[in-house]
């Protein structure tokens, strides 16, 4: 999965298109061109490091009449990517926008030495088929996001295989005990006496030497990310190259207002997430945490940005409407959007319930579902006789449907998204368990 | 530098001398036997860890017949040894004089990476040959206490330099930022702001594969090795083999009396100093210091330790006087510890200069030492013109002998351990200087 530039979209080096070069007029309108591209691709970062490195780097891009090299480490672990991976990629896909190449690196080489909070002699926790699986999988799903143009894919067991215990050491002597302990979550789990191995502590100096190997001219990441990547930056020094310049994005925040969204939180929205579930999720969003979903998921301009703002002012629902339509639409196109809008209607604003309901996890895919067991592990019946006495009498909707003794079971897809009710005011939402 | 290990002189095994196998009298005095070896060999350690571990050590010997393998790191910056050193190759000696095998690693593997002190790219900071020529200087003067028998030397670049990323990664799992932060050195700076390289925090670890590639069964070090040490035992039983038994032995104390010896506290007493130079050190020792030499110093039995402490109660000045007699014979042999006593006795005693004169450093071996410069540096003389007419008048002495205006120029190996006195009250000894 390597990606070709094509010449003609890059930006143009000076002698390309000004003709009679050192031309004072045409050098300015450039310079004027990279401030602006600088502002754009720095707007909604929480940090570039150093300030001015990025107009610098776009200025070095131009005269060398080259894409910048970007890039982003990803999880090889395989997992679903959600509305949080997405911030970051989102900003990737800009600078691919402007011509420049996104190089992920797939960390593959630690995956296959295990997991260092498991003592035993897990090696080879994953194996490299399982690795290049899962980078398949990862890719499948940004591609909802990047182009396939102008990309890259790294493993970084291509350059770390071959290194030695003396390149260790060499690299080493660089980075320091106190400043690897700043990191935040380093320096909470020495706070709090969780043991951090020495081998996690070499993890920032590993992906320093990604950005060796691969020429990073920009690094991207959330802010828990920023110590590492600067380690890269030490590095490049280190080996007398140009360091890259790191940009960090804010991390979104789960659908329960906590710090980041996580997938063991239970707080997630993902990029696979049903149109239905895309919505209802973002309509459960409580009001004061818009604005963060707004500004981090929905690739506004500043423009559509202000928008909303006033939306808000005048109509909060509708506000959260926007937000909700622009994610489904993001992921699975304008029509999607429009259903998932409609049938969320059907649901529950045309039946009254209110749209914060109760979830309720139903089983993975492939399982069948009873949906008595549903109701009773629901809290929605206090027995299955009870359930099943009501199913009898019609006082279960599925979606407003009436349910019967005999109905199902289910399977996962066939009821995720949807509303399970009882009588006029229990009801819980159904969604995807995994 | 590898020594043979003779059959004949190891600690026999069960069937070898026991004649009828599983005779119950010959076990127990097999018992006995090892019991009384283990506390001999424990005698004068700050630590055994696990206490037990060391007769259990001496068992499986005895059942395996085999000698233990008894390690100790050694400096590879090729430095005069000293008293310091001395503790604990006498205790390595011990376990070579009951039948066991000195393990002496030289750390020529971190040597050729560089001092991580030094930001600058000084790799091969030492080279292989001086690594070599070194580790030959340190054995010179190691043979003055170790047998040549029993020995084996090995450089660790042998089975470092072969170790990749992975190998590093997979043995540091099991070590914890918070147990090496917790080693004494470590701890300091830390808490002190002085900065910890990344490569110096990974030192641990590589002596513990020390450990695992000679297959230690002991490691001897100061106290300041422990924690170091530990690290072999948990390497070990990471690759499943039995864990070394940890020996550590205390640090002697400075001749002024502080904490450690060390060549850059200017406190030392060297194996090669002359015997005039050892035994007047050791007469300048402050009284409370000497029970601490005459235990770490001496070679002494217990019974002989009982004398020594016998004599000081009675006579104090006596004690003191056996004590420097017994290192001048331990590195000089017996002839020269009597002939020191007698120049010392001829020097201070009947000439009653106190025995605690400043010291003065001449110039290193090869270099010429003009007596005048001496005099002026060492400020008996304000200027060379008092230094040259004291001398045409005869009021300077050297051990009691006039000296001329035209005496001299003298090698250190000359002047170095006596006496340079100006009329009757002021004096300074001269020690070689480095």
């Known amino acids: 999965v390597s990606g070709q530039v094509s010449q003609e979209e890059l930006p143009p080096g000076p002698e390309q298109d000004t003709g009679a070069s050192g031309?004072?007029?045409?050098?300015?309108?450039?310079?004027?061109?990279?401030?602006a591209q600088a502002r754009e691709l720095a707007r909604g970062c929480a940090q570039v490091i150093p300030e001015s490195g990025l107009e610098q780097k776009l200025r070095t891009a131009w005269q060398e009449r080259r894409p910048l090299r970007?890039?982003?480490?990803?999880?090889?672990?395989?997992?679903?990517?959600?509305?949080?991976h997405a911030v970051v990629l989102r900003k990737l896909r800009q600078f691919q926008d402007h011509g420049h190449v996104a190089?992920?690196?797939?960390?593959?080489?630690?995956?296959?030495?295990?997991?260092?909070?498991?003592?035993?002699?897990?090696?080879?926790?994953?194996?490299?088929?399982?690795?290049?699986?899962?980078a398949e999988t990862y890719m499948e799903q940004a591609h909802k996001i990047l182009l396939r143009d102008r990309l890259e894919l790294h493993y970084n067991s291509r350059w770390l295989e071959s290194k030695t215990l003396a390149d260790v050491l060499v690299t080493s002597r660089s980075l320091t005990v106190a400043r690897l302990l700043e990191r935040?979550?380093?320096?909470?789990?020495?706070?709090?006496?969780?043991?951090?191995?020495?081998?996690?502590?070499?993890?920032?100096?590993?992906?320093?030497?990604?950005?060796?190997?691969?020429?990073?001219?920009?690094?991207?990441?959330?802010?828990?990310?920023?110590?590492?990547?600067?380690?890269?930056?030490?590095?490049?020094?280190?080996?007398?190259?140009?360091?890259?310049?790191?940009?960090?994005?804010?991390?979104?925040?789960?659908?329960?207002?906590?710090?980041?969204?996580?997938?063991?939180?239970?707080?997630?929205?993902?990029?696979?997430?049903?149109?239905?579930?895309?919505?209802?999720?973002?309509?459960?969003?409580?009001?004061?945490?818009?604005?963060?979903?707004?500004e981090l998921c929905c690739a506004w301009t500043n423009a559509q940005l202000d928008d909303f703002t006033g939306l808000s002012g005048r109509n909060p629902m509708e506000a959260k409407r926007a937000v909700a339509r622009r994610v489904v639409e993001l992921y699975h196109g304008t029509d999607e959007a429009k259903q998932a809008e409609e049938r969320f209607d059907a649901r529950f604003r045309r039946r009254e319930l209110p749209t914060n309901l109760p979830e309720f996890a139903v089983p993975p895919a492939g399982q069948p579902v009873d949906i008595v067991d549903v109701l009773l592990a629901a809290g929605l019946v206090t027995s299955k006789g009870e359930a099943r006495r009501l199913l009898a009498s019609?006082?279960?909707?599925?979606?407003?449907?009436?349910?019967?003794?005999?109905?199902?079971?289910?399977?996962?897809?066939?009821?995720?998204?949807?509303v399970l009710q009882r009588g006029k005011l229990r009801a819980v939402r159904l969604v995807s368990g995994r």
Do not use: C
């Open 23 to 35: 031309h004072g007029e045409d050098q300015e309108a450039y310079a004027a061109q990279i401030r």
């Open 70 to 84: 970007v890039k982003l480490g990803i999880d090889p672990s395989g997992s679903d990517l959600t509305l949080g």
């Open 103 to 134: 190089v992920l690196i797939v960390g593959d080489f630690t995956g296959q030495i295990g997991d260092p909070t498991g003592r035993t002699q897990t090696r080879n926790v994953l194996t490299t088929e399982q690795t290049r699986h899962n």
């Open 184 to 294: 935040d979550d380093f320096a909470r789990r020495y706070r709090e006496n969780l043991p951090i191995t020495l081998m996690e502590f070499m993890y920032p100096m590993l992906q320093g030497m990604d950005s060796v190997a691969i020429d990073a001219d920009i690094e991207l990441g959330g802010t828990d990310q920023t110590y590492n990547n600067l380690v890269g930056r030490t590095l490049q020094k280190d080996a007398g190259k140009e360091p890259q310049i790191v940009m960090t994005l804010p991390l979104l925040r789960g659908t329960d207002g906590a710090e980041k969204m996580g997938k063991s939180l239970g707080n997630w929205i993902s990029l696979n997430d049903t149109p239905d579930d895309q919505y209802g999720k973002i309509l459960s969003l409580s009001d004061p945490i818009l604005p963060h979903y707004a």
């Open 394 to 418: 019609g006082g279960i909707r599925l979606d407003g449907h009436k349910l019967s003794a005999d109905s199902g079971p289910f399977d996962q897809e066939a009821i995720a998204g949807r």
